[in-house]
């Protein structure tokens, strides 16, 4: 098993920047695609962002041209780089990897991100 830990969330005005990272365990990291997922208050939780193993991003339409999913797999850690903020980026935040429609592991503590003037 896996285990996740996000980290690099905050209070931000609209119109900044934040990155995120996810620290991953063990050795498996590096075989798998991994996400990055939101979860806004009432909402269900959604993903944001992927990177295939070799380094290939994906981007759900609200992360296009604002967001930037990276890997260091020497590391075991997945990045997610989130400039121009909007209000409706306010969510807890978490990684994992992907398996087809689904995940891998279980979810971490996910890290708060607010944007907020």
């Known amino acids: 098993q896996v285990q996740l830990v996000e980290s690099g969330g905050g209070l931000v005005q609209p119109g900044g920047s934040l990155r995120l990272s996810c620290a991953a365990s063990g050795s498996l990291f590096r075989r798998y695609t991994m996400g990055w997922y939101r979860q806004a208050p009432g909402k269900q939780r959604e993903a944001v962002a992927f990177i295939s193993s070799g380094g290939t991003p994906n981007y759900a339409e609200p992360a296009k041209g604002r967001f930037t999913i990276s890997r260091d797999n020497a590391k075991n850690t997945v990045y997610l780089q989130m400039n121009s903020l909007k209000s409706e980026d306010t969510a807890v935040y978490f990684c994992?990897?992907?398996?087809?429609?689904?995940?891998?592991?279980?979810w971490g503590q996910g890290t708060q991100v607010t944007v907020s003037s």
């Open positions: 994992n990897g992907m398996r087809g429609s689904g995940t891998l592991w279980s």
